[in-house]
């Protein structure tokens, strides 16, 4: 380990004292010496040097930044695996697989954000549907095609387009911003032989623009504006910017003269401005320096102050920099140690020896800290792996236990039915209802698989009503009007029956008159619908709210209807929480349960259970 030691001995306040008299004495003897100079004209040069230095930095800065953003953004395709999500969507483009390349999506889109504050939000178009990272909402009643954007958006063809500064019409937020569309496509022979074109949508926010120049452009004394590809601002920075922008003609004249300084009077004060392309973006910028007044009316007296002063000012300051600068090498040493965990070593009995004890001190300090750090992440690392763990297992219980639901009464009333019908003569009607309640518990287990083809949903329901309506008799009738386009769906299993069964006994078996079930499905935006219908007793408005609140929450309220949220709670695993179960009645008329499912065939054809267990 190498250590600078350095050897002092004294106060600092001495050593100071001493170099002041130094400089009293040589400012003394140089004092006759005059400073002949002539300071409007260093004026003149000093303040077209800051306006053009304030100008260079803030185009550099600018381009930097931006072209930061944009370098990462064109890595960003390759880096986030958009084109494998992507062609994935666009191979099968319905509800499910949107769900799924919006989610992973989301993650590598809000990183991209929140890695970059000039980002203020971030929109992908594609052919089959948009996507966002969801952490800001789109303006209500969006469409892309009706927002001025989209034409730029259709008739560009640049892989990388600047759009002229506007109010943002995608997101709610209605920030001032920039928008930068990215081009590219998507095409993967796997999956389908055209190629996709994608535009990525990147919201420049026009605040953090602005907040980036106010970080190396002191407010006070420059006016910095930044001008888009037609003139319009992209941010202004200081008071006199503003005021400039209401004026047109003067504004033209120092765009026209890029790069030059020139001479500008703006709300009866002086500026020296210059305007500046910006490298990487169409962008100009207008950079204006006041001349203060106090400056000017103290022309005179300057003169004469730097004749006789000038000199002993010069040479006190040249002296005192090199003494101080002397002085202080360890304290430069102090404050350019690079490492952390390396003692800074320093001989002497004055302030600086101090100085350097309460620095070792304090690295010890962080060191000690910097361990305990590292080891608490770990602990964290692991507690967080724990805590994962146990939720995936409690949510496959979850899910085990919600399957395992069966209702054994119904069972032992079919088998009081069969055994009335045997008793009552017809081996016929025993046959066909031992045909349909084999049918019946065939099609519930169907070999262990949970998503099932709605037809055999259908044909399972079919044989639950068969069986009751030879129980009933008169009093059940049944109807289900199923399209054959929709009968291709899967879904998950044992779906109807709970909601036929509820009819019977909730609606039909309580009233006195004969019932009617009626199964239907449509199409719907997002999915397709199952509806079981009954024009039994129905139910209470008030009853009705309490459930569907429930319904949404999904909690069970009472072991009556059980059945119901079984349904909603299962769709809900399976598919997510914008599906799921809804009720709707009329008290004394009728109730009907609506499924609201999405349009899902799965890639994996042995789930499919058309063929049935013949043993």
């Not at 500008?264 to 910006?278: M, P, Q, S």
């Not at 499912?597 to 789930?607: A, G």
Request: charged share 25%.
């Amino acid at each position: 380990m190498n250590n600078h030691t350095h050897h002092h001995n004294g106060s600092i306040v001495l050593k100071v004292t001493a170099t002041i008299t130094v400089i009293f004495l040589v400012a003394i003897t140089l004092n006759q010496i005059i400073l002949n100079r002539h300071i409007n004209d260093t004026i003149e040069e000093n303040m077209e040097e800051t306006v053009l230095r304030t100008a260079e930095q803030t185009e550099n800065y600018l381009s930097t930044r931006v072209s930061g953003s944009i370098e990462r953004l064109l890595y960003f395709k390759a880096e986030s695996g958009l084109d494998s999500i992507l062609a994935n969507y666009f191979a099968n483009p319905n509800a499910a697989a949107y769900s799924v390349a919006m989610s992973n999506l989301a993650a590598p889109l809000s990183t991209k954000k929140v890695s970059d504050s000039l980002i203020s939000d971030l929109y992908l178009y594609t052919d089959y549907g948009a996507f966002t990272d969801g952490s800001t909402l789109l303006t209500p009643g969006f469409s892309l095609e009706k927002v001025a954007l989209w034409s730029e958006i259709r008739e560009g063809n640049s892989f990388l387009e600047f759009c002229t500064v506007r109010n943002d019409e995608i997101f709610r937020s209605r920030k001032w911003v920039v928008p930068v569309l990215y081009r590219f496509s998507v095409s993967s022979a796997q999956v389908y032989s055209a190629t996709r074109k994608c535009i990525l949508v990147v919201n420049l926010d026009c605040k953090e623009i602005q907040a980036l120049i106010r970080k190396i452009v002191p407010e006070a004394e420059s006016a910095i504006l930044v001008l888009d590809q037609e003139g319009n601002p992209v941010t202004c920075v200081n008071a006199a910017a503003e005021e400039l922008m209401r004026k047109p003609e003067l504004l033209s004249r120092l765009t026209a003269a890029e790069n030059t300084v020139l001479d500008v009077r703006l709300d009866g004060k002086r500026y020296y401005g210059v305007a500046r392309k910006v490298s990487v973006t169409p962008w100009t910028i207008v950079c204006m320096q006041a001349s203060t007044t106090a400056r000017e009316e103290s022309r005179s007296y300057l003169q004469l102050l730097l004749v006789e002063g000038g000199t002993l000012i010069m040479v006190t300051g040249m002296v005192c920099l090199l003494m101080l600068h002397w002085f202080t090498a360890p304290l430069r040493e102090l404050i350019n140690c690079q490492n952390v965990r390396q003692a800074f070593c320093y001989e002497g009995n004055d302030e600086i020896a101090l100085l350097t004890k309460s620095y070792n001190q304090m690295l010890r300090s962080s060191n000690e800290m910097l361990d305990r750090e590292k080891q608490y992440s770990h602990q964290l690392e692991e507690k967080n792996d724990a805590i994962e763990l146990e939720q995936r297992l409690k949510r496959r219980a979850e899910l085990q236990a919600l399957q395992a639901q069966i209702n054994p009464h119904f069972l032992y009333n079919t088998l009081d039915s069969i055994r009335w019908k045997a008793e009552a003569a017809g081996a016929e009607d025993i046959s066909q209802m031992v045909r349909d309640l084999a049918n019946f518990f065939r099609i519930g287990l169907s070999r262990g698989r949970e998503i099932i083809p709605l037809e055999q949903e259908i044909c399972h329901v079919r044989s639950y009503l068969d069986i009751q309506k030879m129980r009933y008799g008169d009093r059940l009738d049944y109807q289900i009007r199923i399209p054959e386009e929709l009968k291709k769906l899967y879904t998950v299993k044992l779906l109807i029956q709970p909601l036929a069964e509820n009819s019977i006994y909730h609606g039909i078996k309580e009233s006195d008159r004969k019932g009617t079930i009626l199964i239907t499905a449509g199409e719907e935006p997002g999915g397709f619908y199952l509806c079981v219908r009954d024009d039994g007793l129905g139910i209470s408005q008030e009853t009705l709210t309490i459930l569907n609140a429930d319904l949404k929450r999904g909690v069970t309220v009472s072991d009556g209807g059980y059945g119901i949220f079984n349904v909603n709670e299962r769709i809900r695993l399976y598919f997510g929480r914008d599906y799921g179960l809804e009720l709707r009645s009329c008290a004394g008329e009728w109730t009907e349960a609506v499924i609201h499912l999405p349009k899902y065939i799965p890639e994996r054809t042995e789930w499919d259970v058309s063929d049935f267990d013949r043993r």
